[in-house]
């Protein structure tokens, strides 16, 4: 038994802060290496055709220039598609950079300049001319929606919608309460501060050591070894920070490919940086149209849903996220149809975008029950609680836990939500209209395998370590915490080490399933080390410990004593001693708690309660409020966990009112490719956000009983905004984000 | 970004010699704009002639007893120096209406005047776009035109100017001083910018090698009864989708004289005398702020993702003649529209 709660629920400052408030934190493009070139892409200007010709001469004049790489001399890399497919990789043919002469969407590398500086191959860059026969592109998902289609191949990791269930369609066509619409989110893209960036140290040995922005660096590994052609003892991807990335580091990106590349044909260092607008030349989250049919009795009960999703993919990949699911998981209902499609554009594969999928479809379904709300004349969380879905209704399971309704309760109580008067345009203040609107939220609580190893030496010095990653989420404290408290050491004794390829093996990291599953597998592995050292310290001369078992003892302070008579016991280092060792080690793998998983579904829930203050005439909206009650499971470090929680909902208040990535058809092209024309909220966007976290035994994810909370912030906030936007003005936008235009007249 | 070489100018003569002998030179001073510019290969100088250690520093008193700000004054030093405070309030809103701390203490009083528009194809070169590239066509006009203009725009280019610092000069009628190969010009701020016409590639009428020197307020900083509003896509740190500088005399409960300028809706801040000329000796109603801003509006053109924008200067206006009559100027740090 655990029975030193020192540090695991307790707010707990970030280990890695100063270094990262000093600088002392690198991140993937400020690694040097001695004779460091430089690499710049090139990106075509155009998105589809093909390149007929290229004239790299002016640049290869430039003093300085080492090479133009282009698909007429890149090196030979591995054939097969399965070489290229990451871990994350959706059904499909991975787009190979530099591959051949077909340009298959705007913004595609066409060319990498490497030079003796960035700045010589910033300018040679400049002067590398090419040619191109266009072809007809299409990237307009209204004229290409006819051309749905249920993707034949699943993506591994991705649920498919369940079987429809009853008869949705006559349910609705009976249904006295009705409501239909369809709703749009913009396209958006990850835009983390840091861009991506890969430093590839080419040693003097011939193996490869690389920076890479990633959030799974065994998967980079991986990915370089296979497309290349090396061993893997030949290859080690380091990246201990991420500057961000929300889904944007899950897969290799292209600037990876092009400076492993460059390096191993020039045997030498190189260093490709994207720029700002070369961010918005690989994935993103997909144009998503939904509809959807609500059907209740005149109570709000649900006697119909039908959701229905199309999506935008590439050509070449059927990326695949869960978007309808959701509805049937929030709510109870007899006849449901869930529906999901893909259609294909002409530009890159989407990937993953923080919450991907429940972003959109948790939106949607939020959206449409306030309708609902308003079409019964129903409170729209009491209208939440008469739907209320006591179980997994597509799989037939229970849910592990589920505190949704202390969720609406307590953030309605911290929101005043009883005071609320449900008439539209009911509440003002001079020229502004007040809203007040709420939402769901869930999530899956995922469990990977991951591998973790402590290891503890005499001067009391515990080092724990895996492969997986800390994007800005707070890993490295958790992890901390988490072997603090297993071995009673202080947290300053603790060091953490990830982020590099050469650890415990682990998956990306993502899917809000780190701390839940490298937190197991670091807890499992301390446990290890603590029934090694209890072990030795029993065997001890006239060890007070002799005749005690492992649940009667205390591991405090560095000793490990009787827990009924501290002054009973022994120092770690007397332990290590006894066993004749000078390193305790151990390396163990989290649990996916198969067996239980099979009765159980597990999910992290939410309640999002916004105010909005909208003004009547300009349409200028204010969130002027957000209270956020969240249940999932055991809440490690309520600081770190309540950060991840902001950023989520400030996400959020992005996707309700502002982030849209812009095509323009005619070219094909994203057009406000940076951050002045792509609009991500600033501070003066943020007002007060209250974060609850709502109390919510969980025991049969792991035995921390962690869900996860990178994703949940964001899922049903755009919603609550939206409704709040509705309620204070009558307006009702199922077009997100909702921008001044749409709210004018 | 190109190579080019570097000078530091001693005198406004050798910067201007030095100009004039290169007809892609350009002058940096805050480069807050131009050195964006240059790394998207939109403006590709092979000459940058660092205007930053001349003599043109200084806020001084004028004759007429109105102002004259230096041409390398920054823009924070502008926004928060009393004189202008106290006598010309709106340009001190409009400047802090815009951008960020950072840009707003390295931007320059001349350097702002000639920022470049915010585009998307004109940022892009790998669009076609007639400002940046005379004769390969203007795509905004048929793509993604959210922030383009609906005033005076032309078959060549649609693009705005960007600034919210000129918009308050436009309204206070400020001159803008400039020395060139030509010897010293004044020019009335109105006639600094242009329309983009059938040469969207020039946007002021500045000729090449003249620098400027100041930008003279007049007295008249319409202290009392003035605005800025700004309408954007967010709340803070975006250029304007429309603003509105309103600056009023009042006298009696009537407008004696009345000055509005707009921006985000042209390819220069925008002006209508004749507008404004219908506001004088009338009271302060908002019947009347209705049908100066119908006049103002009445040859406006939408383009595919704009239209909204007529509709918006049109309740822009109104509500800016209201803060400006009423003395309830839009604060720049609460956001709640006053």
């Known amino acids: 038994m655990l029975q030193e709660k020192g540090y695991i629920g307790t707010p707990r400052n970030r280990v890695d802060g100063r270094a990262k408030v000093t600088g002392e934190a690198k991140y993937a493009a400020e690694f040097d290496a001695p004779d460091l070139a430089y690499g710049i892409v090139v990106s075509s200007a155009i998105a589809k055709g093909r390149i007929a010709s290229i004239d790299a001469d002016a640049a290869l004049a430039v003093p300085g220039v080492l090479q133009v790489f282009t698909h007429e001399n890149r090196p030979r ?173 899950l897969r290799p990106q292209y600037q990876l490919f092009l400076a492993v590349m460059a390096a191993l044909e020039l045997k030498r260092s190189v260093r490709v940086v994207l720029t700002r607008d070369q961010m918005f030349t690989f994935g993103y989250r997909p144009l998503t149209i939904q509809t959807i049919s609500l059907g209740a009795n005149p109570d709000g009960k649900l006697v119909s849903i039908m959701h229905d999703a199309i999506q935008t993919t590439s050509p070449w990949e059927d990326y695949q996220e869960v978007v309808v699911n959701w509805s049937n998981l929030l709510y109870h209902c007899d006849n449901v149809k869930l529906t999901y ?105 995922i469990m990977q395998r991951v591998a973790a190893r402590a290891a503890l030496t005499p001067d009391d010095r515990l080092e724990v370590a895996s492969a997986t990653a800390d994007i800005g989420t707070g890993t490295y404290t958790i992890l901390t915490q988490i072997a603090a408290e297993t071995l009673g050491l202080p947290m300053e004794s603790v060091t953490t080490k990830i982020g590099d390829s050469s650890l415990p093996k682990s998956p990306v990291e993502g899917g809000s399933w780190t701390a839940a599953s490298a937190g197991s597998a670091v807890q499992k592995a301390c446990l290890s080390v603590r029934e090694q050292l209890f072990k030795y310290a029993r065997r001890m001369d006239d060890s007070p410990l002799a005749n005690a078992s492992i649940e009667q003892v205390t591991f405090a302070g560095g000793r490990i004593h ?33 067996l239980k998983n099979m009765r159980y579904s597990g999910y992290s829930h939410s309640a999002i309660f916004a105010e909005v203050r909208v003004d009547e005439e300009l349409g200028v909206v204010r969130v002027t409020r957000i209270v956020n009650a969240v249940a999932a499971g055991t809440i490690l470090n309520p600081k770190t966990a309540r950060s991840q929680i902001l950023g989520g909902v400030v996400f959020g208040i992005g996707m309700a009112l502002e982030e849209e990535s812009m095509l323009d058809h005619n070219l094909g092209r994203f057009m406000n490719h940076n951050l002045a024309e792509y609009h991500v909220p600033v501070n003066a966007d943020v007002y007060d956000i209250d974060v609850i976290f709502v109390s919510e035994h969980e025991e049969r994810l792991n035995p921390l009983g962690v869900k996860g909370l990178g994703e949940i912030g964001v899922i049903g906030t755009a919603a609550a905004i939206g409704n709040a936007i509705y309620h204070a003005t009558g307006k009702r936008i199922r077009d997100y984000p909702i921008t001044i235009d749409k709210l004018l007249g | 970004m190109n190579r080019f070489s570097y000078l530091r100018a001693t005198s406004i003569d050798e910067a201007m010699r030095e100009a004039a002998a290169d007809p892609t030179a350009r002058f940096i001073a805050g480069g807050t704009n131009l050195i964006d510019l240059m790394k998207y290969n939109v403006e590709r100088p092979t000459r940058l002639i660092d205007i930053t250690r001349l003599p043109l520093n200084g806020i001084e008193e004028t004759e007429s007893g109105g102002l004259r700000l230096g041409a390398l004054v920054t823009n924070d030093e502008t926004a928060f120096d009393s004189r202008i405070q106290d006598r010309y309030p709106l340009l001190a809103s409009a400047i802090q209406a815009g951008a960020s701390p950072q840009l707003r203490n ?165 002006r209508d005398p004749a507008a404004e000329a219908m506001l004088q000796g009338q009271p302060a109603t908002e019947d009347r702020f209705r049908a100066v801003a119908d006049h103002i509006l009445k040859d406006a053109r939408g383009y595919q993702d704009n239209a909204f924008k007529i509709d918006l200067a049109r309740r822009a206006i109104v509500t800016a003649l209201s803060q400006a009559a009423s003395g309830t100027p839009q604060s720049q740090i609460d956001k709640r529209i006053q």
């Open chain 1, 77 to 249: 890399t591995a054939w097969f598609d399965i070489n290229f497919r990451d871990e994350t990789a959706p059904p499909g043919s991975p787009f190979r950079p530099l591959y051949d002469d077909k340009v298959v969407y705007s913004g595609q590398p066409v060319a990498l300049v490497v030079a003796e500086s960035f700045e010589i191959a910033a300018y040679a860059a400049s002067l590398v001319r090419i040619a191109y026969e266009p072809e007809t592109h299409m990237t307009d998902l209204d004229i290409q929606r006819d051309e749905a289609y249920v993707p034949p191949r699943k993506r591994t990791g991705v649920k498919r919608p369940p079987s429809p269930r009853g008869d949705p369609d006559g349910a609705f066509e009976q249904a006295p309460v009705k409501v239909h619409g369809e709703y749009r989110v913009a396209i958006e893209h990850h835009n983390p501060m840091e861009t991506h960036a890969s430093t590839v140290v080419y040693e003097e040995d011939g193996t490869l050591t690389i920076h890479d922005k990633t959030q799974g660096s065994q998967n980079s590994q991986s990915y370089v070894s296979s497309v290349f052609g090396l061993s893997s003892d030949q290859v080690r991807v380091i990246s201990p920070f991420v500057g961000g990335a929300f889904g944007s580091g």
């Open chain 1, 341 to 445: 499609r893909l259609s294909q554009v002409d530009t890159y594969t989407p990937i993953d975008m923080r919450a991907p999928g429940a972003a959109l479809g948790v939106t949607a379904i939020e959206t449409a029950m306030d309708e609902l709300a308003y079409a019964a004349g129903i409170d729209p969380v009491e209208l939440r609680l008469r739907n209320y879905a006591e179980m997994d209704e597509a799989d037939k399971k229970y849910f592990t836990s589920k505190e949704l309704r202390a969720c609406y309760q307590l953030g309605a109580e911290r929101f005043g939500w009883a005071r609320r008067n449900p008439e539209p345009r009911s509440m003002r203040e001079g020229r502004e209209l007040i809203g007040w609107g709420m939402a769901s939220g869930v999530w899956e609580a």
């Open chain 1, 562 to 594: 009787m827990t009924n008579d501290p002054s009973a016991g022994v120092t770690l280092q007397q332990a290590m001693q006894a066993g004749g060792v000078d390193r305790v080690e151990a390396e163990e793998k989290s649990s996916m708690g198969l």
């Open chain 2, 106 to 270: 390295a931007a320059t009083t001349g350097g702002n005047l000639l920022q470049r528009t915010r585009c998307y194809y004109f940022y892009d070169p790998e669009t076609p776009c007639n400002k940046r590239e005379p004769g390969t066509g203007c795509p905004a006009a048929f793509g993604r035109n959210r922030i383009h203009a609906i005033l005076g725009t032309s078959d060549h280019c649609i693009a705005t100017h960007p600034s919210d610092m000129a918009v308050a000069m436009a309204a206070l009628q400020a001159i803008v001083h400039v020395r060139g190969p030509g010897g010293e010009r004044a020019i009335p701020i109105a006639d600094f910018h242009r329309l983009p016409g059938e040469h969207p590639e020039i946007d002021n009428t500045m000729l090449h090698g003249e620098i400027i020197t100041s930008v003279e307020l007049p007295p008249d900083g319409f202290s009392r009864n003035y605005t800025y509003l700004k309408l954007r896509d967010r709340l803070s740190y975006a250029f304007a989708l429309v603003s509105v500088a309103a600056a009023l005399r009042m006298e009696n409960g009537t407008i004696a004289q009345a000055r509005l300028a707009l921006g985000g809706v042209a390819h220069k801040p925008w």
